[in-house]
């Protein structure tokens, strides 16, 4: 009878470099506006294939960390690029809260955070998002 171990999902290669970019950024190594070594480059420090590479920068860039401009590389995004990634994601939310057209009672049945467009407590992006009072 052989005893199987559950096995630990490791993280993907792809993922190990999402890490690792996001660290030189976050650490200052990478400045913001700094062009990024090339691929072949990148490729050769973390011994991976063009399209591991293109995997984590396609990530890294939904994550608003850097820009790719075709023909000339990848850079560094600026914290406002940042900024607007997430102010993207997060009208995209609302814009989905919004379309779900949830009355009130049925907002308030979840028992947590109230959500509707009436009533204006606190605000994301000038639009009125929630009201944390209990009715």
Known sequence: MTDKKPEKKETPVYGKI???VRSRIESGQWKEGQKLPGERELCN??????????????????AG???????????????DGRGNALEKQADELVAYLVSLKL??????????????????????????LCDDRKE
Do not use: M, N, W
Not at 65 to 79: A, H, M, W
């Open 65 to 79: 960390l850097i820009r790719q401009v075709r023909g000339s590389g990848t850079y560094v995004e600026k914290r």
């Open 45 to 62: 420090l973390y011994g991976v294939a063009r399209g591991t590479l293109k995997a984590a920068f396609s990530e890294l860039q939904k």
């Open 103 to 128: 009355s009130k009672a049925e907002i308030l049945s979840l028992g947590r955070t109230i959500i509707y467009s009436d009533i204006t407590a606190q605000h994301f992006h000038k639009q009125p």
């Open 18 to 20: 999402v890490d690792d």
